[in-house]
């Protein structure tokens, strides 16, 4: 599956957006809790540790690319 960058980077800059200060400020590690109830769902593995990268569960994975299609892929 290939995706559209451009709908990528909109949504990126989007969350940036909601979670700013009025005046644009906003914490690029900050994660908006997200984290956090990912992993209460079940959907990603423990991320509090030590480790830079998240694990997400093979429901997590499968439920995430469903998601990426609907909303990033290539409309040809």
């Known amino acids: 599956m290939e995706y559209d ?33 990912l992993h209460e769902q079940g959907l990603i593995e ?3 540790n030590k480790n830079k990268s998240l694990w997400l569960t093979p429901e997590g994975l499968e439920r995430g690319r469903q998601i990426a299609e609907r909303l990033f892929a290539q409309k040809n």
């Open 5 to 37: 960058i451009a709908l990528i980077d909109e949504a990126v800059l989007a969350l940036l957006a909601a979670f700013s200060t009025d005046s644009g400020n906003t914490w690029k590690g900050y994660d908006f809790g997200v984290t956090t109830r």
């Open 46 to 48: 423990d991320p509090v």
